[in-house]
């Protein structure tokens, strides 16, 4: 009778033991994901000092914020592209910097518009090229560009519909391509006049 109380006892030792233990780590376990969140959520959280007074700012996610910065890398590059002045140097500036945001094929366009003496066109007509851009619609990571190339000219003010399209990568940020983006497969859809409107050349 005795040793059954003794064993009974153990057993209930051992049960109230185990159990104990795993509510233990089961406790643990919770605590430590409820830390990791809160310290998680304590990094996105960045104070801003505006004269002594501490002003909370959060940490977006840089993935909710890609479809924004796509838009604003092929705006900016098709603006450096066709945004030219008759000036030599000016044009190479422009097309050096646009060649950071584009893979061969906008280097094979630029090259192919070079042979064909298009930048000399513009040089020698004192010709002023501007582009605004009408929309940009993305598609994952495909994207077609709507825009209208005003070329003021001495003798006229010619306006021309600008459509291209692409593919959209990303690639490490540089201080030359903040966006981190790069365009492939660049190729031209569209480019026909509009309206050729002729100036009084008296």
């Not at 140097?89 to 584009?102: D, N, P």
């Not at 201080?175 to 492939?184: A, C, D, R």
């Not at 569209?190 to 009084?200: A, R």
Request: net charge neutral; aromatic share 10%.
């Amino acid at each position: 009778m005795i040793i059954q109380n003794i064993e009974s006892k153990i057993r209930l030792a051992t049960v109230l033991s185990l159990g104990s233990l795993l509510t233990s780590i089961i406790i643990c376990g919770f605590v430590s994901v409820y830390a990791y969140k809160q310290v998680a959520n304590a990094r996105q959280s960045i104070y801003i000092l505006d004269n002594d007074i501490p002003i909370l700012a959060k940490q977006a996610n840089m993935q909710m914020n890609r479809p924004a910065e796509y838009k604003a890398a092929v705006d900016l590059f098709h603006s450096l592209f066709f945004n030219l002045t008759p000036d030599d140097k000016h044009i190479e500036y422009q097309m050096s910097r646009a060649m950071y945001f584009v893979d061969e094929t906008g280097v094979g366009q630029y090259n192919n518009l070079k042979e064909k003496g298009y930048f000399n066109s513009i040089l020698s007509s004192s010709s002023v090229l501007s582009i605004q851009t009408d929309s940009i619609v993305l598609d994952q990571n495909r994207f077609r560009y709507y825009g209208k190339q005003k070329i003021d000219r001495r003798s006229a003010t010619i306006t021309r519909s600008i459509i291209t399209e692409g593919e959209l990568i990303d690639i490490p940020r540089s201080e030359n391509n903040s966006h981190g983006v790069l365009i492939t497969n660049w190729k031209t859809i569209e480019n026909k006049d509009l309206s050729n409107v002729s100036k009084n050349t008296f």
